[in-house]
């Protein structure tokens, strides 16, 4: 059978070859040598699983019929036995949708053969698990039952009670092979046991039962379960698991391999929406979620969270952010775990460090604000990492806190730009939880299950959450960063309907959407400040370190004092620098309560200068040293005069500085040099490199590489096929073949569960042959019974030197 596959794939053309490398480009990664190398990679348990992951419910029924049905298949009668699992009767649509399906396995070279001879590809019958919701065959099933088991089977089968001679278990897959003979036996047993079958006929096949392995015969069963063993109706595979053979299921599910089968994915139900709202709407999303990010830096920069032992944000530290940015705690924790992937934050130190940001954040933040969500939104597409499982417990029972090591998931990424494709699929809909899973569900079947159901689900919240999606449904900008359009978030992809296939991209779908920053606010006699809409980033942040943040909503108020005030003086400002910010970024005269306000703050800051005594404190102005002296919540500084305009202290500046300013001063601190140092809020930083960022997701060669791979192995196999052929080892021995044809014989004699001669090379590089029954082949390992040693070892493939069949 690889003998024939690889003579198939060589006589396929090269624009065939490169449709196969271009759908599996895993198999030219390295380029093979020949096609035989190209053959055996192409039938690898590996290769193998990979493509069969990437088939919907309908090319992956075609596959299993193939596989279940004996011998090569005609084209015809596969027609004939998929149609029977229709729910009516068959049409031109299924009738053309089938021919593009085996066409399109052809060229992922997962079946092959002409229209009159389909067969499945070598390794595709192994890899496949319960083909159809089938148990294995007979042969199989019944592989480990001694000689005298499978004798006094197949007695009770045929009725022959004088004896059934050297009955193996071929003889008892031929009889189960008989429809005439399973009707029968089905008919001996009771309404109990044929319930029982019908529990197992659709899948799962197999079961759990006490004593499976017990020896019952016809004559003497008592129990249903009994009544199925002694007629080989079941299958016992373990001390407490039972199987129901294949034959035996086809025959009770009337030859059908499939009950229920549809060639097109089931309709996506959900809610009309309109695009250019949803555009809006995620827009809108979009930006807030670039300012929630930006405002989570700038706040780390000057008070940074600590990093817990184990790794990760403490559970406080996520409540405070969440505080902070004035969102949930999920969202918090979104925001926290994006700006990760993005290499914004990082931790700092190895040991009792903190989460700052890092210097890509100062990068980040000058870029406009399409192209900052740009860089969030593909870090949060590609990151292998999943916020949304923040605050569950692992099966250890312990906690998953933001930024832990142990959020990340391989699938995350796959999952996420699955469901985003399954939305740009069907515009302007927003489609329901179900719907989006069950449309997944048959487009990859082989990845179903509860962990990929939640993925889902995450995915479809923090899309809306991050603004790649609107009211639901995909929003253009989304649609853009999707690795089938684009590749990379913010690169070039086709335009949508009416674009005139002009390339643009998701940075420039977004950019007219956004809102207008705004470079002024409204000042108040109150000493507060209304931004009306969001404001320009350099404003913002003067404003942050100016003002304190009083509401926030459709306008942000921010309030001025003496506190705020101050620390912008500490930060390098004076007086006159704000008042000419306020005058300049305000539509209304500067409000004379304000214009007081600094003034006064700026008059009374720096007239008392702290340095290192440990501390001082020096002051032009001896009677406000006086003042000092003589404040009784002074007593704890031990302070002492050294001067009339100095005072000596033990306590150290920071903590000298910020108890004046308790008592009501307001001190300025001072270099050894004497000169005020100037306080900046926003300079921590971590030179750490962030862990959460994903490497780009690998999406197939270029044109002129698959070209180029396909010339290489023809070439190659040419040479190949010019060498002389290989002759049989001389008496006394080793055996010796090629690698490609050592794993192909291995994997045959796994499936049929024969015995085979090798050459191994001991770890002395002693060359030995042995005799073994391989039973699997794993990790560059092959287990089997070992005849020579009577023992089961696992043996190196590399090791291995060659194969012979056993004479």
Do not use: C
């Given at each position: 059978?690889?003998?024939?596959?690889?003579?198939?794939?060589?006589?396929?053309?090269?624009?065939?070859?490169?449709?196969?490398?271009?759908?599996?480009?895993?198999?030219?990664?390295?380029?093979?040598?020949?096609?035989?190398?190209?053959?055996?990679?192409?039938?690898?348990?590996?290769?193998?699983?990979?493509?069969?992951?990437?088939?919907?419910?309908?090319?992956?029924?075609?596959?299993?019929?193939?596989?279940?049905?004996?011998?090569?298949?005609?084209?015809?009668?596969?027609?004939?036995?998929?149609?029977?699992?229709?729910?009516?009767?068959?049409?031109?649509?299924?009738?053309?949708?089938?021919?593009?399906?085996?066409?399109?396995?052809?060229?992922?070279?997962?079946?092959?053969?002409?229209?009159?001879?389909?067969?499945p590809a070598p390794g595709v019958r192994e890899v496949l698990d319960a083909p159809?919701?089938?148990?294995?065959?007979?042969?199989?099933?019944?592989?480990?039952?001694?000689?005298?088991?499978?004798?006094?089977?197949?007695?009770?089968?045929?009725?022959?009670?004088?004896?059934?001679?050297?009955?193996?278990?071929?003889?008892?897959?031929?009889?189960?092979?008989?429809?005439?003979?399973?009707?029968?036996?089905?008919?001996?047993?009771?309404?109990?046991?044929?319930?029982?079958?019908n529990e197992l006929v659709w899948g799962p096949a197999s079961g759990r039962v006490p004593n499976a392995r017990r020896e019952v015969r016809a004559a003497t069963a008592q129990s249903p379960i009994e009544q199925l063993l002694s007629r080989a109706l079941l299958a016992a595979t373990g001390e407490e698991t039972v199987v129901l053979p294949r034959e035996v299921a086809l025959f009770l599910r009337g030859g059908r391999v499939h009950r229920d089968l549809s060639p097109f994915p089931p309709a996506t139900e959900g809610t009309e929406r309109d695009r250019r709202l949803a555009d809006r709407t995620a827009a809108g999303q979009a930006f807030t979620f670039t300012r929630a990010v930006e405002e989570l830096c700038e706040r780390w920069s000057v008070d940074p969270p600590g990093v817990l032992r184990s790794g990760g944000l403490a559970v406080r530290d996520l409540k405070r952010t969440a505080g902070l940015l004035d969102l949930p705690e999920w969202v918090a924790g979104?925001?926290?775990?994006?700006?990760?992937?993005?290499?914004?934050?990082?931790?700092?130190?190895?040991?009792?460090?903190?989460?700052?940001?890092?210097?890509?954040?100062?990068?980040?933040?000058?870029?406009?604000?399409?192209?900052?969500?740009?860089?969030?939104?593909?870090?949060?597409?590609?990151?292998?990492?999943?916020?949304?499982?923040?605050?569950?417990?692992?099966?250890?029972?312990?906690?998953?806190?933001?930024?832990?090591?142990?959020?990340?998931?391989?699938?995350?990424?796959?999952?996420?730009?699955?469901?985003?494709?399954?939305?740009?699929?069907?515009?302007?809909?927003?489609?329901?939880?179900?719907?989006?899973?069950?449309?997944?569900?048959?487009?990859?079947?082989?990845?179903?299950?509860?962990?990929?159901?939640?993925?889902?689900?995450?995915?479809?919240?923090?899309?809306?959450?991050?603004?790649?999606?609107?009211?639901?449904?995909?929003?253009?900008h989304g649609r853009a960063l999707l690795p089938d359009s684009s590749g990379a978030?913010?690169?070039?992809?086709?335009?949508?309907?009416?674009?005139?296939?002009?390339?643009?991209?998701?940075?420039?779908?977004?950019?007219?959407?956004?809102?207008?920053?705004?470079?002024?606010?409204?000042?108040?006699?109150?000493?507060?400040?209304?931004?009306?809409?969001?404001?320009?980033?350099?404003?913002?942040?003067?404003?942050?370190?100016?003002?304190?943040?009083?509401?926030?909503?459709?306008?942000?108020?921010?309030?001025?004092?003496?506190?705020?005030?101050?620390?912008?003086l500490d930060a390098g400002q004076g007086a006159d620098e704000l008042l000419a910010m306020l005058e300049r970024h305000s539509t209304t005269p500067v409000p004379q309560p304000l214009s007081y306000l600094v003034t006064d703050v700026a008059r009374r800051h720096g007239r008392m200068r702290v340095g290192t005594a440990s501390a001082y404190v020096r002051c032009d102005d001896p009677s406000l040293l006086d003042e000092v002296m003589a404040?009784?919540?002074?007593?704890?500084?031990?302070?002492?005069?050294?001067?009339?305009?100095?005072?000596?202290?033990?306590?150290?500046?920071?903590?000298l500085v910020d108890s004046l300013r308790a008592m009501g001063y307001a001190p300025a601190a001072e270099s050894l040099d004497g000169d005020v140092i100037i306080t900046q809020l926003d300079v921590r930083r971590t030179e750490g490199t962030s862990a959460g960022r994903s490497p780009v997701t690998f999406s197939g060669h270029e044109a002129d590489v698959v070209a180029a791979a396909v010339r290489a192995v023809r070439a190659g196999d040419a040479a190949h096929q010019a060498r002389r052929a290989p002759v049989a080892a001389p008496g006394g021995q080793v055996p010796r073949s090629p690698a490609t044809a050592t794993i192909t014989a291995l994997r045959e004699a796994i499936r049929q569960g024969s015995q085979v001669w090798i050459g191994y090379l001991d770890s002395q590089g002693n060359a030995t042959s042995r005799i073994l029954e391989p039973a699997r082949m794993e990790g560059g390992y092959l287990t089997a019974y070992d005849e020579t040693r009577a023992a089961v070892h696992r043996f190196a493939l590399h090791r291995i030197t060659g194969i012979a069949d056993i004479v």
């Open positions: 059978m690889s003998t024939e596959f690889t003579e198939w794939l060589r006589g396929r053309s090269d624009d065939r070859l490169r449709a196969l490398v271009s759908v599996r480009p895993e198999l030219i990664t390295p380029v093979p040598a020949h096609l035989e190398g190209l053959a055996g990679r192409a039938s690898s348990p590996s290769a193998v699983g990979r493509a069969l992951d990437r088939l919907d419910r309908f090319t992956l029924a075609v596959v299993e019929t193939l596989a279940v049905l004996p011998g090569p298949v005609a084209y015809r009668s596969l027609r004939a036995q998929m149609a029977r699992a229709l729910p009516g009767p068959a049409d031109p649509a299924f009738q053309s949708a089938l021919k593009e399906t085996v066409e399109r396995l052809r060229t992922m070279a997962l079946i092959y053969g002409p229209d009159r001879a389909l067969a159809g919701g089938l148990g294995p065959p007979a042969v199989e099933a019944f592989r480990h039952h001694p000689a005298e088991r499978l004798a006094e089977l197949v007695q009770d089968v045929t009725g022959d009670t004088e004896g059934a001679g050297s009955a193996t278990k071929e003889t008892l897959a031929a009889l189960l092979a008989d429809g005439e003979i399973v009707g029968r036996l089905i008919e001996e047993v009771s309404p109990q046991a044929r319930s029982a079958l979104l925001v926290v775990e994006v700006s990760y992937a993005a290499g914004l934050i990082a931790a700092g130190g190895t040991v009792d460090g903190d989460w700052m940001p890092t210097p890509v954040y100062d990068g980040w933040r000058v870029k406009s604000t399409e192209d900052r969500w740009v860089v969030l939104a593909t870090a949060w597409l590609t990151m292998d990492r999943v916020p949304g499982v923040i605050g569950e417990r692992d099966e250890r029972d312990r906690l998953l806190n933001a930024l832990h090591p142990d959020l990340r998931r391989p699938a995350a990424a796959e999952v996420r730009a699955t469901t985003l494709g399954m939305l740009a699929s069907t515009p302007g809909v927003a489609p329901t939880l179900d719907a989006v899973r069950e449309r997944l569900a048959w487009e990859q079947p082989r990845r179903r299950g509860g962990h990929r159901d939640q993925l889902v689900e995450f995915t479809l919240r923090e899309a809306e959450q991050i603004g790649v999606t609107g009211l639901g449904a995909l929003a253009a978030g913010g690169s070039a992809v086709p335009a949508g309907p009416g674009g005139g296939g002009r390339p643009v991209s998701a940075a420039h779908l977004l950019l007219p959407l956004l809102p207008e920053p705004l470079d002024h606010v409204l000042l108040q006699a109150d000493l507060t400040a209304v931004a009306p809409g969001p404001l320009t980033g350099d404003l913002r942040r003067w404003l942050a370190m100016a003002a304190e943040v009083e509401s926030t909503g459709g306008a942000t108020v921010y309030r001025f004092d003496e506190r705020s005030i101050r620390r912008a404040d009784k919540r002074a007593i704890p500084l031990r302070l002492r005069r050294l001067a009339p305009t100095v005072i000596a202290s033990k306590s150290s500046r920071p903590a």
